[in-house]
């Protein structure tokens, strides 16, 4: 293991200077690498997720079901969903968008890449924390969604850590988003025009913005539930006049973009998946990038579909019964391109392709689902039952998972230098194709016979006995799936086929270098002269657009010397600071003492590296 | 602050400094948390089903005072970077001090606004309206307070020579002053939202 | 690598076809609102259901067959060449405008419809349902009845349902006579509803996560000729007839255990307002939010310790002997 060298300095301390090693990957500053510690993360809390779900169709395989009890059901079904959103799916899309953004515009790193580190430590730290619950006393338990005044009057004390779990990882997500904006925005190759940037680029920006203007919101909401809860604040409190709907308004205002998050970057996946395995160009190209923009904008617009049952009244709720239906237009814009993709194509049915026809084919399901909620009436009666259960496990799990998985096995070679299996990888998606399907399919069915959601237990005599059943042996299923990849992931790194820099014949730049790719990413920053420069590069194929493009101010690439960031110790120790400040609120809300003064060391080391941060420079010369 | 490889070196697709793009996108960012706070103070500040009504509590001429501070140091954060600009460490130093000096009167009034208001019967666990207002002006005041901290910061960099080639040191002057001006026009929107418009 | 695959998306379609279709058997679901609307809000909301399903449906063939056609047509084969297109300007927008006119059409009867439910119509029955954890309370302010987790309400009558709550936020549903609306404290929510025929049982249950026992918090509606309900109304109206015989045993640990502090029995002194009116508990046919059914040996289990049968009940556990349990239990069932 490389131990940390001396240097000459500028900084406080002397710089880190290890490259391998436990040490290497703790002051890494490399987005290769930090893409890996988030993909490994959220791959292990999808694991863990996974088990939380088990447990959680085990309960309810049988009516009266006897595995967990209401409180430990009610902690597992909030975890799951915390879990599955915040420290799955959110940081998955992340660790691609690390990896591959800089190597797909042309650039050698993100805009800042210690920011970059320190996004990954608190997310890692963030997810900790909110776990840490399960030992001290419980886990949240108010449900993902965390309603007012359920939530700030319950006495487990999960819900505290709820309000500050979230919040430090909302702090990971934002300085991400503004990591990836300015290097989208502002790093790419010359010639890289935005109308030539890969779709999985557009939709990683405009993922950033949401993320932007969504998490804040959530922010305050946070703090305002963790004011009442640890500080006896009036926010939510009924008898000073708080407003329960006001949490909701919060909530949703972030939660809608929310999913949106969640679900442009696979959809960006795909439609970079798609072309390589047609061997043939994106169709729509422009509609597609305007499509995800309008999804992103309008999406601001929706929230409150989320509160057709609250009670605002019949004009609020058919001006977002309008809206939401409206949002289904560029969603199926985008999905008629990626038909459009496929059709006259020769299409090889490699396990990337078949994630990613996983991800339209479920997509459309919970897309139509989706629309029948914003029928106003008719959602009266969906609502909270498992049909919506139904409808966002299709766009969530058969969407973005798909999609996500999409992308790891397309990038993998470029990742690790080899393939994973191309057998195991079919089987992989089969099983979890089935799986999905078995265990969310019947959903739609309960939830139109009438089981609601997020409860524990149902009696006999409601005739949900069989699907239930049939759900929990799906879920098995979606494990095996699961495992499936794990025996892939490790036979790839023991025996896996060498991948080469371009194993599938691929359109973008990142399949110009090798795989895995240097340091530096880039020998010469490229000179980009088209959309899908790399292929035309390859085949000299007749495009309108064919001209040498003019160098773009700016990006006039490297001067012969490449400098690359310096690792370092402050992001990960600014990180730590963070949750240490949390178990301090924590502290108060038990008054156990202690409280404040844990408060002040977790800011103080947090202020601190970020000082030594700030002086210290990007690249040690 | 220290990407300078990036920034300084590399030309960018915008001809925009990173880090100053990083900073409106934070500032963006900074809008949509504040216009949380101010709505959920615009839904409860007509709600006091205990304790005292804002009509009651505020002070606005003293108010009015400690928003004139602020407003004068965004002047003096002007010509803390004007100095840098044009090569003047001394000056920018006198600026910088200024500027926080004022920030800390603005910090020192509001704290003694709100023990004020504290020993009025106003707190934080007194009524909705009490809820809304600390958390509101408490988070502007903790924005104020990092301000403060980078502010005393550039001073120490400019000592030790790290703001040096002037146009370095100009970029992250002005980094910081659109921070503090950013803070300053929240607290604008603020006075005026929550101190000016009358309540019922 | 090649056919065995399509045989298996076929398989796999047919099997899901077949999952569906057979969803319509799947046995008597009591709770089921797809194919039981049994009154008329319950049937608007489920005939734009019906529209809007077969329109998803029928894009959904479309769509899903077209994406399965176009993996089958182009499949690699020897020989086959990618074309080389970019996109279709006017397909583009047309894909744009046809779904903005379906979703556009969708939409008039979506508001139309929304905005029926929500008129209070002339001569409705009037009910406030209070929600509390986790159990309702029923009053008709114009009758004077007072009673909990059983509604009661005449066939063909519109009743205009106000709904609120004590504590959290929960959500008022009957699925076969109406959609749901949430009862939120600090605010008053309305719903309609209406029943086709008399002498019918309902099951409802909350909707909205509230804590501990939500799964635990059920409702029942029984429907009545306008006779039976005015009838049902003036017993439930009535005080309590005073107890006798062994009865008026429990009467008196009823009075002196503390179950006064939050139930009320009019016609005795017990006038606490935070649990269940138990005036004529004897009545019902469930209690503890509709999840025990109204027998002596449920109702001893009940009183021996409540949040042990119910986790997170706000009834606490008494401590009461067994004999104070059995006259207890006579006593309840006696109020009729």
Redesign the interface.
Known sequence: MAMAGTVARRGLFARPTAKTGVWGWMTTVDHKKIGILYGVTAFVFFLIGGLEAIFIRLQLAGPNGKILDAELYNQFFTMHGLTMIFLVVMPMGVALMNFMIPLMIGARDVAFPRLNAFSYWVFLLGGLFLYSSFFLGGAPDGGWFGYAPLSTTLETQGMTFYSLGLQILGIASLAGAVNFIVTIVNMRAPGMTMMRLPVFIWMSLVTSFLLLFAMPVIAVALFQLMFDRVFDANFFRLSAGGDPILWQHLFWLFGHPEVYIMILPAMGIVSDVLPTFARKPLFGYAALVFAGIAIGVMGWGVWAHHMFAVGLGPVANSAFALSTMFIAVPTGVKIFNWLGTLWGGDIRFKPPLLFALGFVSMFIIGGLSGVTHAIVPSDAQQTDTYYIVAHFHYVLFGGAIFGLFAGLYYWWPKFFGRMLGDGIGKLHFWLMFIGFNLTFGPMHILGLQGQPRRTYTYPEGMGWDVWNFVETIGAFVIGLSALTFLVNVVASRRRGQEAGADPWDGRTLEWSISSPPPEHNFDEIPVVRDRDDFWHRKYRENVPAGEPAPVIAGGAGDHGHIHLPSPSYFPLLAAIGIPIAAYGVVLIGREVGGGPIVIAAGLLLTLLSVFGWAIEPGTEE | MGTHEVAADHHTSTGLDNTKLAMWGFLGSECLFFGSLISTYLLYRNRVLSGPTPHEIYDIPYTSVSSFVLLMSSLTMVLALAAIQRGDHRGLRVWLLATAFLGMTFIGGQIYEFTTFVEEGLKLQTSTFGSSFFVLTGFHGAHVTVGILMLLMLVGMSLAGRLDPVSEGSRKVELIGLYWHFVDIVWIVIFMIVYLVPTN | ?GEP?FR?VWL?AAL?AL??AL?GC?????????NHPEGPYAR???S??DI??FI?VA??VL??G??VF??VR???KPG?????????TR??IA??LV??II?AG??VP??Q???D??REPEGALQVTVTAKQFWWEYEYPDLGVITANEMHIPEDVPVFVRIESD???H?F?V?RL?????A????T??LLLQADEPDQEY?G???????????NMRLKVFTHTQADFEEWAADQAADAAPATGAAAEGEQIFLEAGCVNCHAIRGTEAAGATAPDLTHFGSRTTFAGA?FDNTEKDLAVWLRDPPAVK??ALMPDYGLTEDQIQSLVTYLMSLE
């Open positions: 690598m695959k298996r796999g899901a999952v569906f969803s799947a046995g008597d679901a009591p709770q089921d609102f797809l608007e909301a489920d734009i259901w809007t399903f998803a894009i959904f769509v899903e077209l994406l176009t993996l182009f499949r690699h086959r060449q990618a074309q080389d297109f970019h996109g279709n397909l583009e894909l744009t779904p903005t979703l969708l939409a979506t508001i419809t929304l905005f439910v929500s504590d959290v936020i959500s549903w699925p109406a959609g749901t609306q949430d939120v404290p600090g605010r929510n309305t099951l249950q909350c909707k909205e996560f509230c804590g501990l026992s939500h799964a999840i986790p997170g």
